[in-house]
């Protein structure tokens, strides 16, 4: 069982930057993994944000794409690099594995965080 703990948060203004961490607390992840980055703002679905193979391939959703971006350390550290933070950017993030690849589906995934709120004032 892989557990997965999120952090770095906070509460920014328009246009700073954060970095979020996820940490695999227990358990492994192996290279056919898929580690992704997802949001839940409220009263809106879970979205896909960022995602990575081990491998080194990296996806992003349009809305995020030039500002955000997701690396890793091995296989036991990712993160979630976000620069020039808009007020829409605003929600619970999660980390999150698929032990089945690619997707960008949160039904998919095997593994979830617990979320680490990210707030951005105008």
């Known amino acids: 069982q892989v557990q997965l703990v999120e952090s770095g948060g906070g509460l920014v203004q328009a246009g700073d930057s954060l970095k979020l961490t996820c940490e695999v607390s227990?358990?492994?992840?192996?290279?056919?993994?898929?580690v992704a980055w997802f949001r839940e703002a409220p009263g809106k679905d879970r979205a896909f944000v960022a995602g990575?193979?081990?491998?080194?391939?990296r996806y992003y959703a349009d809305s995020v794409k030039g500002r955000f971006t997701i690396s890793k350390d091995g296989s036991t550290t990712f993160y979630l690099q976000m620069n020039g933070l808009k007020p829409e950017d605003t929600a619970v993030y999660y980390c999150?594995?698929?032990?089945?690849?690619?997707?960008?589906?949160?039904?998919?995934?095997?593994?979830w965080g617990q979320g680490t709120q990210v707030t951005v004032s105008s």
């Open positions: 999150a594995a698929n032990r089945q690849g690619y997707s960008t589906v949160p039904r998919d995934f095997d593994y």
């Open positions: 227990s358990g492994r992840i192996y290279s056919s993994t898929f």
């Open positions: 990575l193979r081990m491998s080194g391939n």
